[in-house]
């Protein structure tokens, strides 16, 4: 049996060679991100089982992985996997929907209280009293607390859901948006009050989207959904950069129509150099790091080595996203 890694976010996979080295299972691990397919399907044409990070898994190239029958996404989201061609294919499918769930939501919120309380354009005012020997406070005010306020979640899975217990004592009416969510689901989150999504980005505060990146939630966040926000209201995204439709989010910004922005993610990755929201003093952008901690990182690691050795021992995945598949053998 031969595994083969695409792309990799670790500084190195000498952990995974070693513990499957000692199950006699061939290893091998490329950066293969910005190559092109013909160089990617080189690397992978004979392997049994193939994990990916941001490498696209188009038609053609899972098409020439003749001998592949577990693909493995390295994360949440895996919308560079045509989920599709892997069915049709006989690919078992897997990916990692636990990872991260709370470093993304502690991140989430990071960016809320970082948002209310000015954090970023506090230090730029700190340092220019600094040079001038005196107190202006021009451009930072009003500030508002949280308290009493709203809050506004899109998605309320995994990632969406612990922003919500995280914050549930902070005195925040919580508003809740999620058409997919069972009765059951929404009785256990019974905080929140469950509203449509007019209602949501025109009553919150604060909007922090938390769905996964599909053809009904790209631009989820646009000029129509952010025309109903309040002027003092922020958004938040975490989730995927084409949730947001950056250039009405800028427009909005630009016209005052709402009070800023926080966004960790972007279309594409990393951001051209001119990306409509540099240079807006109310915004917070963050390098995509909202996954990140040691924690995640060991626990996405062992989750993987998990499911490479379920497939060795004839057994599926941990999560697959088409279990038709196992259905047909």
Request: net charge neutral; with cysteine; charged share 25%.
């Amino acid at each position: 049996m031969k595994v083969v890694v695409t792309d990799y976010i670790e500084d190195n996979l000498d952990w995974e060679a070693g513990e499957l080295a000692a199950r006699g299972i061939e290893f091998e691990a490329y950066q293969l991100k910005f190559r092109l397919e013909q160089e990617v399907l080189a690397k992978v044409r004979d392997a049994d089982v193939v994990v990916v990070n941001m490498v696209k898994m188009t038609e053609s190239l899972l098409s020439g992985m003749k001998r592949c029958k577990l693909l493995i996404r390295h994360g949440i989201g895996y919308d560079n996997v045509d989920v599709a061609a892997c069915t049709r294919l006989g690919i078992q499918f897997a990916y990692q929907p636990d990872y991260c769930k709370e470093d993304v939501a502690e991140h989430a919120i990071a960016l809320i209280f970082a948002c209310a309380r000015k954090i970023v354009r506090s230090r730029k005012v700190l340092e220019e009293a600094s040079r001038r020997g005196r107190w202006d406070f021009t451009g930072l005010f009003p500030m508002y607390r949280l308290d009493g306020k709203t809050l506004g979640i899109v998605g309320v899975g995994r990632i969406g859901s612990r922003v919500y217990r995280k914050l549930r004592t902070f005195g925040l009416r919580i508003l809740g948006n999620d058409p997919y969510l069972s009765d059951e689901r929404r009785a256990e989150l019974s905080g929140i009050q469950w509203v449509d999504k007019k209602v949501l980005f025109s009553e919150s505060d604060f909007v922090t989207l938390h769905t996964p990146l599909t053809d009904e939630t790209r631009h989820l966040a646009n000029a129509t959904t952010i025309g109903w926000m309040k002027p003092t209201a922020y958004l938040i995204n975490t989730s995927r950069g084409p949730m947001v439709d950056v250039n009405a989010l800028a427009e909005a910004l630009k016209a005052g129509k709402i009070a800023g922005a926080a966004i960790d993610v972007y279309d594409p990755e990393p951001p051209p150099p001119d990306y409509p929201l540099f240079g807006f003093e109310n915004v917070i952008l963050t390098p995509h790091t909202a996954w990140a901690s040691e924690e995640a990182g060991w626990e996405i690691r062992r989750s993987i080595l998990a499911d490479i050795l379920a497939f060795h021992e004839g057994r599926p995945a941990r999560c697959v996203v088409n279990p038709e598949v196992l259905q047909k053998r």
